[in-house]
């Protein structure tokens, strides 16, 4: 399973920041043998290469800080799980995230939100995930 996390360098000892748009790298992690099938710095010159090769890679999920509407709705809206990793490793964070123990990420930052307590399936996003 592939998982893309967003850190502030590219060490596993690397920290998840609290906003996407603050990550440095991307990490496209194979959880099956904790390794990265690859790694992606940030340019200045194309500010959305991260979230292409996220929904380029078709990740299960996706390990970052909170997210503006530019960065949550092209992700959600390819039924990409998002979870909140701030302030963990990259290897914390995909350990985390294989067993579905991060907090979801279900809006954008300052969005209407998901009216789910249970962040599961009352969502439209929530809903387009469990269909899959």
């Known amino acids: 399973m592939l998982i893309a996390v967003l850190s502030n360098a590219s060490t596993y000892s690397s920290m998840i920041p609290e906003r996407y748009e603050d990550a440095a790298c991307l990490w496209i992690m ?13 340019t200045p010159d194309d500010p959305d ?9 078709n990740v299960e999920a996706v390990v970052c800080g909170v997210m503006t509407e530019h960065e949550f709705e092209p992700i959600a809206g390819a039924a990409i799980t998002r979870f909140n990793g701030s302030g963990l490793t ?7 995230a294989i067993y579905n123990a991060l907090p979801y990420i279900t809006d954008f930052e ?7 307590n249970s962040q599961k399936t009352e969502c439209a996003h929530h809903a387009l995930q469990m269909a899959i």
């Open 90 to 96: 990259v290897e914390e964070s995909v350990r985390a």
């Open 49 to 57: 290469l991260f979230q292409r090769e996220i929904i380029n890679y």
């Open 110 to 116: 300052n969005g209407s939100g998901c009216p789910s």
């Open 30 to 42: 194979e959880s099956d043998g904790m390794y990265p099938e690859s790694v992606y710095t940030k």
